[in-house]
């Protein structure tokens, strides 16, 4: 599916207009956050055809579609403080379908109860379990959004630097991967962001990083050397404050050395390609994705 947009639909305006209405979840005390994002999904359309079963050996849950021959290992967003596999079920199920790949969403433990690098630390585990019962990394793919799209960055570094093999492929949705909040979008888009505040964001890197250095490659990968990283999709809105880090991210994978692409869609805010089925922008994101997928991780 190609994008072919003039102008934003109007399903995409309504949906921010109601967006922008309720209270901002950055904003809230960290249980009523907490709460507040088990709803995440609301708006988000049931994929048909797709069978949800629970991975317990990872605290998460497989999306599984007939036919399927390649994998996604899926991190869910929340500024590490936020989220569970359960979050993103919806998600998993449409890029399975888009990807024709079986998706999994693994469990990674939150801050504040879990600093910073508990979060990688499972991660990395999770790609390993994933081996380990048989997938190919030739056909694995690491994907993310929000804090979870730099976790799989991060986790792609993780694997080069303890020397294990390299997955196909990152795809990254509205990455946080930057947690000192240093970008000029950071600014520059602060007055159309209607989820994200530079404070919001500063408070939940205090939660994760719980002292340490947050302009660490791991966790903030940006700051990173991307030498011997896989093939980078980072997917955008233009209305985001996060846009610098997906630029940078890519601008910084390209002069590395690695194939790296970056769409940003114009008037589309943080996370919207989590919103399948509410307005077609947030479907046309995930047919990308699973174009990209497919052709990154081809099983010919």
Known sequence: MRFAFNVISKQAQEFWALLKSYPKQIAMPLAQAREADTRSEDFTSEPVGVNFMPASEVDG??????????????????????????TRRKTAGHLALAAKARVLV???RLAPEHPFPAAIDDSVRAYQWLLDH?????????????????????????????????????????????????????????AVDIECTRAGLLEMAGCYM????????????????????????????????????????????????????????????????????????????????GDWVRACADPA
Not at 61 to 79: H, K, Q, S, V
Not at 233 to 252: A, F, M
């Open 134 to 190: 048989g997938s190919e990394p030739s056909k694995t793919i690491l994907a993310g959004d929000s804090a979870g799209g730099g976790l799989a960055v991060s986790t792609a570094i993780a694997l080069r630097d303890r020397h294990l093999p390299m997955c196909a492929g990152i795809v990254a949705i509205s990455p946080w991967a930057e947690l000192t909040c240093s970008g000029e979008s950071i600014t520059s888009r602060a």
């Open 106 to 108: 693994p469990n990674y």
């Open 61 to 86: 849950l497989w999306a599984e579609i007939p036919g399927a021959d390649r994998t996604i290992l899926y991190f869910f967003g929340g500024g590490f403080v936020l989220g569970s596999p359960d």
């Open 210 to 289: 719980n002292g340490a250095d947050p302009s660490q490659p791991l966790a903030s990968p940006v700051f990173a050397d991307l030498a011997g990283l896989p093939p980078l999709l980072c997917v955008v809105g233009g209305d985001e404050i996060l846009l610098d880090d997906s630029i940078r991210l890519v601008r910084n994978a390209g002069t590395a050395g690695i194939d790296a692409t970056l769409f940003i869609a114009a008037g589309m805010q943080h996370i919207f390609p989590i919103w399948a089925g509410s307005f077609p922008e947030a479907a046309a994101a995930i047919a990308l994705v």
